[in-house]
């Protein structure tokens, strides 16, 4: 599903990624974790065809990512730390909007956004305000977004940033929901703690490298590959 080789990337006096490469299979939820400056937010742009690294190659869906990055984007959904949204718009507006944005038709945007609405818990807030909603409400609308195409792989930077105890858990139980989907999820954080709950893998990044590849639950190790 994700296949990642040689990934190197600079910026200008830092070298952000070092010869990072790994392999995600389809249907998982994969922790990325590190500590700040890690490199996991120019990870996840390099997969989702936002920066063309310095070398390397990536993967995703079988689509080559650094030459092909706008066909990738049909099957990669991204959530980036800091999102927004457009706050004078409803729920249904913004949904709607990302969703045409995509390339769906008219038809196809209507059953997206009733379907995706539904799966988040958002049938209820469509006509609402997006700048009316909580901060856990709007991360959820946030998320519909990245999702509204029906991409085969999510992207999710520091998801659970600024959200209290219970939405954070009910975030988790989101990302298993999706997971059941049979969407494959990568979702980084620098606090490993509340990934550990409905992760199935763990991908830990330490000054641009790749330290550790593993399964969860008790599986082996695996080695981080060059």
């Known amino acids: 599903m994700i296949e990642v080789a040689g990934l190197l990337y600079e910026y200008p006096g830092l070298r952000a990624l070092d010869d990072v490469g790994f392999r ?9 974790v590190g500590p700040n400056g890690a490199g996991k937010t120019t990870l996840l742009r390099c997969l989702a065809g936002m920066e063309r690294p310095l070398a390397g190659s990536i993967r995703v869906n079988g689509i080559d990512v650094v030459d092909e990055p706008r066909a990738s984007h049909r099957h990669v959904g991204y959530l980036s ?3 927004g949204l457009y706050g004078e718009l409803t729920v249904h507006q913004c949904l709607s909007y990302v969703a045409a944005a995509n390339g769906l038709d008219a038809r196809a945007q209507a059953h997206a956004v009733g379907e995706t609405a539904a799966e988040l818990g958002l049938t209820d807030r469509l006509a609402q305000r997006a700048g009316e909603l909580s901060r856990g409400l709007r991360q959820r609308v946030a998320i519909a977004q990245a999702i509204i195409h029906s991409p085969a792989v ?58 550790e590849h593993r399964a969860l639950a008790g599986t082996a190790a695996m080695p981080a590959q060059a």
């Open 24 to 32: 995600i299979e389809r249907g998982t939820i994969t922790a990325l």
């Open 81 to 83: 730390d800091f999102f």
């Open 154 to 211: 999510v992207l999710l930077d520091e998801p659970a940033s600024g959200l209290d105890p219970e939405a954070r858990f009910a975030l988790g139980e989101l990302f298993v929901a999706l997971r059941r989907r049979g969407l494959t999820l990568l979702v980084s954080s620098h606090i490993l703690a509340e990934l550990e709950a409905y992760s199935t893998h763990m991908l830990i990044l330490q000054g641009g490298r790749l330290v």
